[in-house]
């Protein structure tokens, strides 16, 4: 029952009943119960953290999943990924290869060497971050996530026509209907931000202030794309 109502709120985005719910349960967990059912509520107990920004409790809530399938992919690279949001460079690094290592299909592939293009990214080594972004296109040459993370690289490095073409291709990005498919909040932030830049340096006025209104949905109070949009009245 317990289960029942962590996936339910977890399915609703509701991140403090679902973290409620799976604590019932490991608390008051039934001897001998299956361990694929222990591993998955600390996993989504981790998530849990995760989305609440309590990164350092989600580490050592996902630790005690992979104390239960070790080693388990999955685990890895969330722990990898929360290691990349605390800046713990060295155990993100070593984390994310070991989920490398322990990656067995092209899927899981493609997302340890995004999250190692991303690290590298953090580090300011662009060159290196991206080899990990094209590897992972190279498995899946329209992975949206890898093509955001490239497009930002190309926008760093004044590449704005590349990078335009890059975040196009990452979210269905058509001039008279913009179709955004990220389901990522912060990926979408991004291209919206990363569009807005772009348009702007293009003399594309109306469509950089469209892309800004797209941020607006979400943060209506964004001061930064608030002054944007103004700049380009």
Known sequence: MYIFYADKYLRSVHYEKAKFWLKKFLNNKISGIAQTFEYEAWANLSLCYARLKNHFKAIDTIKKALEILEPDFHSLIILGWLYLRIDNYKFAEETLNTALDNAKTGYEKKYAFLNLGFLFTQLQNYDK??????????????FRYALVRLGNIYKIHGKLEKAYNIFNRAVDYNLEDVDYKLED?????????GMGEILTYLEEKELAVRAYKYILNIFPNNSLVLKRIEELA
């Open 185 to 193: 909040i912060d990926e979408r932030l991004d291209v919206w931000f």
């Open 129 to 142: 971050a991206r080899l990990y972004i094209k590897k992972a296109l190279n498995i899946d040459s329209n």
